[in-house]
């Protein structure tokens, strides 16, 4: 199969495609078959519906990780100013099935809002 897209000519064989950019630059591009197995990761809400209790379990266990280590100290919100809210990071946490069939917990501050 060849076509004309937005960037050049390609050609589509074998799954892969190859063909030249409009620079001039020769291409080869393959397709992303494993794309599934990496993004399967899915937030707290997502993951409980999905996992359950073992969802719920890999969550209480990061999170006694991370106070055991002092990783991050609890503070209630009531004992912040305003200012104090506005400057606190919000903490994220995914859920990912492994191969294995255990289920893995990562938590990232929130940078965004520095």
Excluded: W
């Amino acid at each position: 199969m060849t076509g004309v897209a937005n960037e050049g000519q390609y050609t589509m064989e074998n799954d892969k495609m190859t063909g030249v950019g409009n620079e001039g630059q020769y291409t080869t591009t393959y397709p992303k078959i494993h794309a599934h197995l990496i993004l399967t990761q899915m937030n707290i809400k997502e993951g409980i519906l999905t996992f359950g209790e073992r969802g719920n379990e890999a969550i209480l266990k990061e999170l006694q990780q991370l106070h055991q280590k002092n990783a991050l100290l609890p503070i209630n919100k009531e004992n912040l100013s305003h200012a104090e809210r506005k400057k606190a990071l919000r903490y994220l946490m995914f859920l990912k099935e492994k191969r294995d069939g255990t289920i893995k917990v990562r938590g990232c501050a929130d940078g965004r809002p520095q």
